[in-house]
Structure formats: structure tokens, C-alpha cells
């Protein structure tokens, strides 16, 4: 069963870093991209980053793009998303996402992570 | 960047159809993937390359895309149904667009 689990809750100050994770297990971890999704409370779903784990290849959307770093560690088949220094407005739910498949360029996301509440509060 | 506009709600009586629309230029030259998230929980998938559904969702959904709109339809609604519906489309650099979110409210 492909399964993505998110790490926990966390609760920052403004300034702070943060680096929060998403685990995939039960699939070839390296061949299949892996993106990251905000959304800000009450929003919409909003696309932050994608990355290929076998090569570490990641395109950002522009809204993100040098707001936050994505990352791998491939040997604990895991995927990262991290601040250098959060704000209030970074306050949101984050979600990973699985690309279904490896090689359709417009294949859908079909496994979710459960999500990671990001509090940023003085 | 790529616009996908979708109302941001919509209403329905139980045993009704509902119809959530998800407008874009041309998006009819693209495929078009949809989400069902209900409160709490992370999206689902619900209809994929416009048509297809996966393994667990009903019958009762299906898709369809053609011009500037694509529409995800859902036949004889159930409470159950109701959520947050965000359609999903690539752009041609390996970007993601998702439209706006519309909420289904079964009266």
C-alpha cells in the first residue's frame, strides 16, 4: 500500500526554521516525484514545489520560489520542505503529494499525506 | 501561469445532479484531475484524465472536458458527497495549476 505520513504539528515563532517532512513507504520511493501543497486556513489548495527523488531535480512555482527549500534523503525515502525564517503568513496546513506516475508528465496526484499544521505566532 | 476559475459554491438536494465546472482557456487541450477534500481531511482523488475514476469512487461521478470548461458531475447526490471539490491541471513546465475550490452543499 503506497503510503506518504507527514511529521508532526508544529508550533514556531517568526524568525525561526523549520524543516518538516514526508515519509513515503510501500512504492519505488526513488521514481516517483513528489510535491508540496499549502493551504492557508479557510483557502484553497495552493502548489509550492515539486521534486524527483532519484535525481533531486525540483521546480518551484513561482509564488515560492525562494521562500522555501524542497529536499530528499533518499536513503530514509523521505521528502523535506524548509524555512530559513518563518513568517505569520507561513501559518498554514501543508500536504505532500505522490505524481502517479513516473513517466506521464500529466498524471495526477494519487496518494496524500495527512497533512502538517504549521502555526507561526509570536 | 494558467487560471482555472471554479465557482466557489454549489448547491444541491439529495437524489439531485450536481455539476461543478472548472473554466480555462482551451482546457480542453488538457487533462483535467479532481480532488474531493471534506473538513479535517487531505484531498482525494476523484476523477482523473477528465474521465476516469479511481478504484472506490462511485459510479455515480464522472467527467467530462471539452472548449473552455471541464465539468465534474456528480449524479443522485448523498449527504456524503459533500466537500470540497479543486480541479488540476499541468503547465507545460512540469507546474501545477489548481482551480480556486468550489463547495458542494447538499441541502
Known amino acids: 500500500e503506497v503510503q506518504l505520513v507527514q511529521s508532526g504539528a508544529e508550533v514556531k515563532k517568526p524568525g525561526e526554521s523549520l524543516k518538516i517532512s514526508c515519509k513515503g513507504s510501500?512504492?519505488?520511493?526513488?521514481?516517483?516525484?513528489i510535491a508540496w501543497v499549502r493551504q492557508m486556513p479557510g483557502k484553497g489548495l495552493e502548489w509550492m514545489g515539486i521534486i524527483y527523488p532519484d535525481d533531486s531535480e525540483t521546480r518551484y512555482s513561482p509564488s515560492f520560489a525562494g521562500q522555501v527549500t524542497i529536499s530528499v534523503d533518499k536513503s530514509f525515502t523521505t521528502v523535506h520542505l524548509q524555512w530559513s525564517s518563518l513568517k505569520a503568513s507561513d501559518s498554514a496546513m501543508y500536504y505532500c503529494a505522490r505524481k502517479s506516475d513516473p513517466v506521464v508528465t500529466t498524471s495526477p496526484f494519487d496518494s496524500w499525506g495527512q497533512g502538517t499544521l504549521v502555526s507561526v505566532s509570536s | 501561469s494558467y487560471v482555472l476559475t471554479q465557482p466557489p459554491s454549489v448547491s444541491v438536494a439529495p437524489g439531485k445532479t450536481a455539476r461543478i465546472t472548472c473554466g480555462g482557456n482551451?482546457?480542453?487541450?488538457?487533462?483535467v484531475h479532481w480532488y474531493q477534500q471534506t473538513p479535517g481531511r487531505a484531498p482525494v482523488l476523484v476523477m482523473y484524465y477528465d474521465s476516469d475514476r479511481p478504484s472506490g469512487i462511485p459510479e455515480r461521478f464522472s467527467g467530462s472536458n471539452s472548449g473552455n470548461t471541464a465539468t465534474l458531475t456528480i449524479s443522485r447526490v448523498e449527504a456524503g458527497d459533500e466537500a470540497d471539490y479543486y480541479c488540476?491541471?499541468?503547465?507545460?513546465?512540469?507546474?501545477?495549476?489548481f482551480g480556486g475550490g468550489t463547495k458542494l452543499t447538499v441541502l
Open positions: 510501500g512504492y519505488n520511493f526513488a521514481n516517483y516525484w
Open positions: 482551451n482546457i480542453g487541450s488538457k487533462v
Open positions: 488540476h491541471v499541468w503547465g507545460s513546465s512540469n507546474d501545477v495549476f
